[in-house]
């Protein structure tokens, strides 16, 4: 089974950049997707982006499309979401996630969860 670790989360000041990482231990199959998801306080967990693992296909949720960057590294068995240009609405605890047979956006469909890491974006 998948277990997943992430980091890089952190306090920046609006239009600043912060980079989080997604370490994996298990095998990603080709076939599965990897995605980040959000929640801020009060709110539900909502989408972010997603990966395919085998192709790279890559899928935004509008609120971030331009700004955010997910990509992964096969032989490290690592995602990264490279955020830009962050708002203060972008503040949220930050989850890696996987998914078997291919991507989805739904919270429900994924499963294997990290932990999650404290993304804090000030004005």
């Known amino acids: 089974q998948v277990q997943l670790v992430e980091s890089g989360g952190g306090l920046v000041q609006a239009g600043g950049s912060l980079r989080l990482s997604c370490a994996a231990s298990?095998?990603?199959?080709?076939?599965?997707?990897a995605g980040w998801f959000r929640q801020a306080p009060g709110k539900e967990r909502e989408f972010v982006t997603a990966?395919?693992?085998?192709?790279?296909?890559?899928y935004y949720a509008d609120s971030v499309k331009g700004r955010f960057t997910i990509s992964r590294d096969n032989a490290k068995n690592t995602v990264y979401l490279q955020m830009n240009s962050l708002k203060p609405d972008d503040t949220a605890v930050y989850y890696c996630?996987?998914?078997?047979?291919?991507?989805?956006?739904?919270?429900?469909?994924?499963?294997?969860w990290g932990q999650g890491t404290q993304v804090t974006v000030s004005s």
């Open positions: 996630a996987v998914k078997r047979t291919g991507v989805a956006t739904l919270v429900d469909d994924y499963d294997f």
């Open positions: 298990g095998r990603i199959f080709s076939n599965y997707a």
């Open positions: 990966i395919n693992w085998g192709s790279g296909r890559t």
